[in-house]
């Protein structure tokens, strides 16, 4: 059985996806040992700003026919509206070289083998649903369940998947839900319009499990470790990452952070390609 | 700004630093005391090593529950034990280490490193 990783990466006009996918691949890669391969609607542009990239297949696909447009904050003070393409997801399955694929989203930066052994797991399907902010005094309500009423939530920044036809059937599903994203977020009550991995990800295992709370999806080890774009990254050297994360009842006012060895999930894009490009992200 | 005000607010700041970095030592902790074994997925806690003990030198099969709730049977359970005692008394001992030495720092560029 073949391993691998997979990364999305798909430019807006602000947002290099492609240099961070580069820089997340290199820690997976570092971490994990595995190969790593890029689905990207920029093939050209990924080989002619990284010539020497570390993707083990270059995937290309059509950039998309419609983009939704979202608020990108660089810290709390600052924010731009840019496009948002986040619809490729579901092809993970189809465009997967791999018989066990771990996806990640390019701003997951992995500082750690704990992922390691979600690859030997003899399970279809592995996902996180538990999450820890870095900022302790934050509610993560919304990241509990998809509404204070509704079901679990679970996050498509990471997972590991089999290639099978319970999978297929999963992914297709999710594919449905996109296409129908309208109808699902009423029927779930979500109350924003924009349509969001996370929510199709977590719907898809709720109908997966057969409406109850089930053990279709398996909890990956660890739990996801974020900062929001409202924080800052600050560094991020052999394992450690300090960052500047949004002081409660202050805004635009921060205090310091630091990991060790967590894996983590760098919601701020503009801070973390600031870093790549200059080695420091404030 | 009062100059005791303003101390006022700094001692803030290194008491919130503080308290935000011991909650993510603890996180690094928890996640050190994952173990694996034949796929299977365990938090390695006193109370795992505890029974392991007790029933390692018994002639049945060893079956445990993983984190997953999935059922895993340890080949050789001695072994696992002496792994299991061993990570956790390695993660214990930095998880210490880390928080002798934030909790002795009075500046919040100590405490971070920076």
């Known amino acids: ?282 | 700004m009062d100059e005791k005000i303003e101390k006022a607010f700094a001692v803030a700041n290194y008491m919130a630093t503080l308290a935000n970095q011991k909650r993510i030592i603890l996180e690094e902790y928890n996640q050190a005391l994952i173990y694996y074994i034949d796929g299977a997925t365990f938090k390695i806690t006193p109370e795992l090593i505890g029974f392991v003990k007790a029933t390692c030198d018994s002639p049945f099969d060893l079956i445990l529950i993983d984190s997953n709730n999935l059922p895993v049977k340890i080949p050789n359970a001695k072994k696992f034990l002496n792994d299991i005692i061993l990570a956790y008394r390695d993660a214990s001992e930095k998880y210490f280490k880390k928080y002798s030495d934030i909790k002795s720092k009075r500046k919040i560029a100590d405490i971070i490193e920076l």
Not at chain 1, 57 to 86: M, Y
Request: with cysteine; charged share 25%.
């Open chain 1, 1 to 282: 059985m073949t391993k691998g990783i997979v990364l999305f990466a798909q430019n807006n006009s602000e947002i290099d996806y492609v240099k961070i996918a580069t820089y997340a691949a290199r820690q997976a890669q570092k971490y994990l040992q595995v190969p790593v391969s890029i689905i990207t609607d920029s093939p050209d542009w990924l080989r002619t700003s990284q010539p020497d990239h570390p993707f083990d297949k270059i995937i290309g696909i059509h950039q998309p026919n419609e983009v939704q447009r979202k608020q990108f904050f660089d810290g709390k003070l600052s924010s731009t509206r840019l496009d948002w393409k986040n619809f490729a997801r579901n092809q993970a399955y189809e465009l997967s070289p791999y018989d066990i694929t771990l996806v990640i989203d390019s701003d997951f930066i992995i500082n750690s083998d704990v992922l390691k052994t979600a690859f030997d797991k003899d399970v279809d399907f592995q996902i996180y649903s538990q999450s820890i902010d870095l900022a302790g005094w934050r509610s993560n309500q919304e990241f509990e369940r998809i509404n204070p009423q509704s079901i679990d939530f679970y996050w498509a920044t990471v997972f590991v998947f089999k290639k099978n036809p319970l999978m297929e059937s999963f992914f297709n599903l999710i594919a449905y839900i996109k296409t129908n994203w309208n109808y699902f977020r009423k029927l779930y009550n979500i109350e924003g319009v924009l349509f969001r991995n996370d929510y199709a990800f977590s719907i898809a295992i709720h109908i997966m499990d057969g409406k109850i709370r089930g053990n279709f999806a398996i909890e990956l080890p660890g739990k996801m470790t974020y900062i929001r774009d409202t924080d800052i990254l600050v560094e991020a050297v052999d394992g450690t990452m300090k960052f500047l994360v949004g002081k409660k009842d202050f805004a635009g006012e921060y205090i310091l952070a630091k990991t060790t060895n967590l894996d983590v999930h760098v919601m701020n894009k503009f801070s973390l390609s600031r870093f790549i490009d200059g080695g420091c992200g404030v």
